[in-house]
């Protein structure tokens, strides 16, 4: 018997997912894969259209392009989802599953920091990145604050990055002078798994004179006096804010009732939730790794074999490892790597490779690869 597959968000989680299924049952799969959008982006392009590296649209991937024997794309917004039933409704049709996985991300909760769209800007959304390379160019003197409002928030390296790349970014129009830069971390270093990459980020920032302040968590911004201020009651004046929003899981989530403490739990070795037939994969699930894109991507591996033992029969798959590597941008063309593994041990590690051309090489790789084995680029 064929096995209905609904697949929610074609994020990272959701296309790999789609896309072992399809490798694994062909044109027999009865897979859907749903999707508001019209097309993929990285989250490290932000960074690259902020900075005016890559133009907004040489980052999109076209959903078009997502072409699977035994997978049918289906472009809708999912507006309810019933996990007793394994029922989903969307803007334009109704699915029933006998196996669902919610795919669907963290989103941004930019008005739970009163005075961030007022005051501020946020470049983790690709309006907010398009936004910044708008602004970037006309900001050539004052204070820049980089600030992420809450934990946990997707790609912890990435505030990081941007303080660095703004420093260049400053440097290269002969304006990092006149500027200051101020990063506020709500965690106590940059990278709190790896000790060793958090001393490398932190002496790239003494290097570049990049003011971190860890453990801010950020109250509020003051629209009229342009402050930063945080719970503790100290003030960080900014020109320019550029903002990390609070995260929390998409509306329909949290209405669905799958939810807990903002995300839905799952048992991290199967990645099953406690409604029978539903998994739950990537930012969207409280697992206890990172936000970020190489997890979402072992946690579809995972749910793919839990899903395919189930209809095939057989031994039971290995279960999640926790494991990953995220790149992290040194600035300067420098690109380094932390491996973590965070469900091994008792506590999660992590091990820095210090910056190289081999690693800029494999971070280009990583988006090749992708891009060839999603977007048949
Ligand atoms: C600036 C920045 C840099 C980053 N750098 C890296 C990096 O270098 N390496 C890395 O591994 N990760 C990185 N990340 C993190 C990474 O992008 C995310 O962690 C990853 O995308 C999570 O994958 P996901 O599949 O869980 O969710 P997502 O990729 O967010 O996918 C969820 C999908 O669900 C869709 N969706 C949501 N609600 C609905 C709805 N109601 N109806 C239909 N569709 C819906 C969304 O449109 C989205 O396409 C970065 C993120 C940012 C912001």
């Not at 007793?84 to 996985?101: F, H, I, P, Q």
């Not at 980089?146 to 941007?162: D, L, M, T, Y």
């Not at 290995?318 to 494991?323: K, P, Q, S, V």
């Not at 063309?333 to 090489?361: C, E, H, M, N, Y």
Request: with cysteine; charged share 25%; aromatic share 8%.
């Amino acid at each position: 018997m064929t096995s209905r597959i609904v697949i929610l968000g074609a994020g990272f989680g959701g296309l790999e997912l789609a896309t072992i299924l399809s490798e694994e049952l062909g044109e027999d799969g009865d897979v859907v894969l749903i999707e508001k959008g019209d097309a993929f982006v990285f989250g490290y392009s932000k960074l690259d259209v902020m900075f005016g590296r890559e133009t907004p649209e040489a980052v999109r991937l076209p959903y078009r392009d997502f072409v699977k024997p035994g997978v049918r794309f289906a472009n809708e917004t999912i507006t309810a989802i019933d996990p007793e039933n394994r029922g989903v409704k969307t803007d334009a049709s109704e699915y029933e599953a006998d196996v669902l996985v919610v795919a669907l991300g963290a989103d941004y909760d930019v008005g739970s920091t009163p005075g961030l769209a007022e005051a501020g800007n946020e470049f983790y959304s690709v309006a907010g990145a398009e936004r910044m390379r708008e602004l970037l160019p006309d900001f050539e003197a004052g204070r820049a604050v980089i600030g992420v409002c809450g934990a946990p928030f997707k790609c912890p390296p990435a505030p990081s990055e941007a303080a660095l790349l703004l420093h260049d970014d400053l440097s290269a129009r002969g304006a990092r002078e006149q500027c200051e830069i101020t990063f506020l971390m709500p965690l106590p270093s940059p990278v709190p798994p790896s000790p060793a990459t958090s001393e490398a980020l932190l002496a790239s920032f003494a290097e570049r004179n990049i003011e971190f302040v860890p453990g801010a968590r950020i109250d509020h911004l003051d629209e009229d006096r342009k402050l930063a201020v945080l719970q503790d009651g100290r003030e960080y004046p900014f020109d320019l804010f550029l903002g990390v929003p609070r995260h929390r899981a998409p509306d329909v989530v949290l209405e669905s009732g799958m939810a807990d403490e903002g995300y839905i739990p799952v048992e991290p070795r199967t990645l099953r939730t406690r409604f029978p037939g539903v998994y739950a994969i990537g930012d969207v699930a409280t697992v206890g790794v990172p936000k970020a894109g190489v997890f979402a991507e072992g946690a579809a591996r995972v749910a793919a074999a839990e899903i395919l033992a189930e209809i095939r029969g057989g031994e039971t798959p290995a279960g999640y490892d926790g494991r990953g590597s995220c790149y992290i941008e040194f600035g300067a063309g420098q690109v380094g790597r932390v491996d973590v593994d965070f469900l091994s041990a008792p506590k999660p590690t992590g091990t820095f490779q210090a910056p190289s051309s081999a690693i800029v090489a494999e971070k280009q790789e990583f988006g090749s690869i992708r891009r060839a084995r999603w977007f048949g680029r």
